[in-house]
């Protein structure tokens, strides 16, 4: 109706003008097209609400594609570090001994128990890389949830402002689901074992005893390098048209 309503104004100027300057001049003037390539018709009707071209982006194809590189991006790092040295094999988020446990690594290892500080830090990143696996459904339930104003915020923000939606949605439930999958974890490839072999070593030659939580330093690292992986991809994905794997993702990183 609105198209209409215009059409009808300018049809309404024509006639008004037909006198003045003659009609085939008033029809070449509205429809010639400048250096555009558009009329002073198609500019006016191309600014009615709900005239744009089928081309155009619609809010449900912001927030899908949005979506669609989330889950491509994570589904992508958590299959890298669930292989085997996905952790432990990458310098940017191999897990080391904690802070406040360098000086029992460095006493350790001068005392030529090195072998044993090696054992226990790669039983840590082995740890992170048995629980990456488990962690696709998480990142997929938080996706699902993201709104309208979410997506556009995300699509205008800079190159990682998909990841820290994610962080700051998920952070806190990953935390927690992620916790007791790598305290399995530990167990499982005897991190606890070696934690718990390296401290006592050191504990007997130490006045300062050192308890530190294992489970929460490796939950938080492991987490720290999934996020990083995840920040990659979506970098990769907003710039780079060979990372756009889907139509969806064309068509909404590609504008």
Sequence with gaps: MKKIFLFAIISGALCNSLYAQGLGGLLNKVTRKDSTGKSDIQKVVGNIPGSNKSGDLSNDDIISGLKEALRVGTDSSTKRLSKLDGFFGDAAIRILMPDEAKKVESSLRSMGMGSLVDKAILSMNRAAEDAASGVGNIFWNSIKQ???????????????????????????????????????????????????????KYNMFSAKKVNTDLTAYVTEKALAGLFYNISLEEQKIRKDPAAQVTDLLKKVFGK
């Design 146 to 200: 993201m709104s309208v104003t979410d997506g556009l915020q995300i699509l205008r923000g800079g190159d990682f402002a998909a990841t820290d939606y994610l962080k700051k949605t998920t952070t806190a439930e990953l935390t927690e689901k992620f916790r007791p999958v790598i305290e399995a974890s530990l167990t499982k490839v005897d991190a606890t074992k070696y934690w718990k072999d390296v401290f006592s």
